[in-house]
């Protein structure tokens, strides 16, 4: 299936992040400032309201520069409607946290994701491609969002989900 990837001179992927905490937000500004079109989508009002007014809730060095400037240009907003944002969007990458208590990783924050998703994915292109950026062990990606985002909407992997994992490395 065609996914449309940033051409020089042409405008790039619409991208929405699921999460705006550290490896999301963080994320995203990044998207935006290499001229990705970014919609961060979180469940806290507080953290949208923040990140729209060109600030961020995080400490990461330049990060407020490049949020000022993403923000101002358009290229990066913030919003708590996923159905909203997923709209027209080329790619979904969850960034959502995953506690870890030192035995095992829970996955709730993954499976709401994946659900809230497979719940939109009718208002989605035909052809949509789910990322997972969030630290979970090998096989959650197929295993866990996979059938989560096949059972919640009427698409199957591969078809018309694209489903890939790009693992968190922000140091």
């Known amino acids: 299936k065609k996914v449309s990837f940033m051409v020089q001179g042409e405008p790039g992927m619409k991208v929405v992040m699921i999460g705006s905490g550290y490896v999301g937000l963080v994320s995203g500004v990044c998207f935006a400032e290499i001229g990705h079109n970014v919609i961060c989508v979180d469940i806290d009002q507080k953290k949208i309201e923040t990140i ?75 052809f949509h491609v789910v990322c997972v950026k969030s630290t979970v062990v090998p096989g959650t990606t197929e295993n866990v969002v996979g059938k989560i985002l096949e059972e919640k909407s009427s698409r199957l992997i591969g078809e018309n989900i694209g489903l890939c994992m790009n693992p968190e490395f922000l140091a």
């Open 52 to 126: 729209n007014k060109c600030k961020s809730h995080i400490y990461e060095k330049g990060l407020d520069d490049l949020l000022q400037r993403n923000v101002t240009k358009g290229r990066l907003t913030a919003t708590t409607n996923l159905k909203e944002a997923i709209i027209d969007a080329d790619i979904t990458m969850i960034a959502v946290g995953t506690p870890f208590n030192g035995d095992v990783i829970n996955l709730t924050y993954i499976k709401q994701a994946a659900s809230d998703i497979g719940d939109v994915l009718e208002f989605a292109p035909d």
